[in-house]
């Protein structure tokens, strides 16, 4: 169903994201939000800085948000938990305030919609990327 077309910085640090809901979030085999506890958000998280590393955009971190954003409009076109939810700040472990502004993002909603982003089982493959 995938309408948006992402741009290529958009795309590596979707790909990371998805990556790291492949390792991580999947491995911790819960079905539901309410199954996700605050340990389980702490290990699934990502601070901006290291996924811009790992997606090999440094240069990016301080204006992730942009791409962040296009990935939320792409998950939520997708019927799809925000999968940036996954990528906070790394002093305070919550997204920054451009979070609000995005597709289908409430920063009041993030512990939510993060939950809800752990649980989730229906994302691409990140090498479908």
Same mark, same amino acid.
Request: charged content about 20%; overall charge negative.
């Given at each position: #169903? =995938? @309408? @948006?077309?992402? @741009? &290529?910085?958009? +795309?590596?640090?979707? +790909?990371?994201?998805? +990556?790291? !809901?492949? =390792?991580?979030? +999947? =491995?911790?085999?819960?079905?539901?939000?309410?199954?996700?506890?605050?340990?389980?958000?702490?290990?699934?998280? #990502?601070?901006? *800085?290291?996924?811009?590393?790992?997606? /090999?955009?440094?240069?990016?971190?301080?204006?992730?948000? !942009?791409?962040? /954003?296009?990935?939320?409009?792409?998950?939520?076109?997708?019927?799809?938990?925000?999968?940036?939810?996954?990528?906070?700040? /790394?002093?305070?472990?919550?997204? *920054?305030? *451009?979070?609000?502004?995005?597709? *289908?993002c409430a920063?009041?909603?993030?512990?939510? &919609?993060?939950?809800?982003?752990?649980?989730?089982?229906?994302?691409?493959?990140?090498?479908?990327?």
């Amino acid at each position: #169903m =995938q @309408t @948006t077309r992402l @741009t &290529e910085e958009a +795309r590596v640090l979707a +790909r990371q994201l998805l +990556r790291r !809901h492949e =390792q991580i979030c +999947r =491995q911790l085999g819960v079905h539901t939000a309410e199954e996700v506890t605050d340990g389980m958000i702490d290990r699934s998280i #990502m601070a901006y *800085g290291v996924l811009c590393d790992r997606a /090999g955009v440094p240069f990016l971190t301080h204006v992730s948000g !942009h791409f962040l /954003g296009e990935i939320a409009k792409w998950c939520t076109e997708n019927e799809w938990p925000p999968l940036n939810a996954l990528a906070v700040n /790394g002093e305070s472990k919550e997204p *920054g305030h *451009g979070y609000d502004g995005a597709a *289908g993002c409430a920063l009041s909603a993030w512990v939510d &919609e993060v939950k809800k982003c752990i649980a989730f089982s229906q994302y691409p493959a990140s090498a479908s990327l």
